[in-house]
């Protein structure tokens, strides 16, 4: 059975930090990849951060420079730094692992940021 559980998440002022972290197990499978996601009201699901199982990062467009995707291997647990918040950041944030080549998904930690 796989469990995604996210963590971190609250209410910031704008222009400060916030760190997310995401633990993810399986008693049957090594995790292959994470990523954060995140949803606005109304809105769709848009990508956030990747990393893959070598290390190799990538980043949606609205957060390069600010958000830093890195992971724990030995847990594993993901994490995403988020610098220079915006309200535009404001958002439940969701994690994802990939186990064989099926997504997983956590119950989301709500991101807010005040101007």
């Known amino acids: 059975q796989v469990h995604v559980v996210e963590s971190g998440g609250g209410l910031v002022q704008a222009g400060g930090s916030l760190r997310l972290s995401c633990a993810a197990s399986?008693?049957?499978?090594?995790?292959?990849?994470m990523g954060w996601y995140r949803q606005r009201p109304g809105e769709q699901r848009e990508f956030v951060a990747r990393?893959?199982?070598?290390?190799?990062?990538d980043y949606g467009d609205s957060v390069k420079g600010r958000f830093s995707i890195s992971r724990d291997r030995a847990k594993p647990t993901l994490y995403l730094q988020m610098n220079n918040l915006k309200p535009e950041d404001t958002a439940v944030y969701y994690c994802?692992?990939?186990?064989?080549?099926?997504?997983?998904w956590g119950q989301g930690t709500q991101v807010t940021v005040s101007s």
């Open positions: 990393i893959t199982s070598g290390g190799a990062t």
């Open positions: 994802k692992a990939v186990y064989g080549n099926r997504d997983y």
């Open positions: 399986s008693s049957r499978f090594n995790v292959n990849g």
